[in-house]
């Protein structure tokens, strides 16, 4: 019998959010400068399982994914079921600082997906410092809503196959089937009205077009990198953010959709390589004090 483990580990972190107690899960592979990854609205880490398992960069990167609170095996926080699910900008921004802090970060490399992505627009406007470089997965200003997120959270309908049947037409039409079915698993384990909860951020509170043209990409490098079939954040909607913000990179991914890391690792890693290669090239062409 052949047995091979993959080189993740993964823990449980006791972190106060919000006036609560909370237990986050965090899974880690690599050595190096810091890739804190962030998953989409209604997954988990595991979407980012592929960088973990890839020596190109894991050898030069500390790759971190955590499952946000309510999601994966990160609990919610006791007293949960006395309240309703709704995820804003200002705790999505408090969370991520928060837990660098707590994992000793030091201007770690961000990148994030979806949700992911929009927040990630929100700490390069307003937290630029804290970051090396920010990439954004599928980030968009807004996203007017095509949906009715209602169905999302019904008592006739099974919450999990509705959130995967919603967003299975959002992974490109290239994905292996072995990674598209195991993106639309994670949909489908999903609590509750988390996924609904996470799209409140996504639809509504996080809406940052008034002020997106104002990220300063010299105070942090900003990429942006997208899949041709997202029709979610449509490559339209990302090259509209690109080109009111001086100095940020975008890129159009051939073949992919919404969920690049999970649904198609081996493509979207031909594009991502480059950028952590710029990454690491600005940082070591900086003068030292």
């Known amino acids: 019998m052949s047995v091979r483990f993959e080189p993740i580990v993964g823990r449980y972190m006791h972190l106060d959010l919000f006036g609560k107690p909370h237990r986050i899960y965090v899974e880690q ?21 592929a960088l973990m398992n890839d020596a190109r960069i894991t050898r030069n990167h500390r790759v971190i994914a955590f499952d946000m609170p309510w999601h994966g095996k990160s ?14 900008s200002a705790q999505y921004t408090t969370m991520v600082l928060e837990v660098m802090t707590a994992l000793s970060l030091d201007k770690p490399i961000l990148i994030g997906c979806s949700i992911g992505g929009r927040i990630a627009l929100h700490l390069a406007l307003e937290h630029p410092d804290r970051f090396r470089a920010i990439i954004g997965l599928q980030a968009s200003a807004h996203v007017d809503p095509y949906y009715d997120l209602n169905f999302l959270h019904r008592p006739d309908v099974h919450g999990g196959e509705v959130c995967s049947a919603i967003v299975s037409g959002l992974v490109g039409p290239d994905a292996p089937e072995a990674e598209r079915w195991e993106t ?5 384990q999903g609590g509750p009205g988390v996924f609904k909860g996470d799209l409140y951020f996504y639809k509504i509170d996080g809406d940052i077009r008034g002020r997106v043209g104002t990220i300063d990409t010299t105070r942090c490098p ?19 953010v690109a080109g009111s913000i001086v100095g940020s990179d975008a890129t159009i991914m051939k073949g992919l959709g ?6 198609n690792p081996e493509v979207f890693l031909k594009y991502l390589l480059p950028v952590l290669e710029r990454i690491t090239f600005s940082s070591e062409s900086l003068p030292r004090a």
Request: glycine share 10%; with cysteine; hydrophobic share 30%.
């Open 29 to 49: 592979a690599g050595e190096g400068t810091p890739l804190l990854c962030l998953h989409t609205a209604g997954s988990d880490g595991r979407q980012y399982r």
């Open 75 to 88: 609990s919610p926080p006791p007293g949960w079921h006395n309240e309703e699910y709704q995820l804003t």
């Open 184 to 188: 639309l698993w994670h949909y489908m």
């Open 222 to 240: 900003l990429f942006l990198l997208s899949g041709e079939y997202d029709y979610s954040c449509t490559p339209e909607e990302m090259l509209g």
């Open 258 to 263: 919404h969920f690049p890391m999970s649904e």
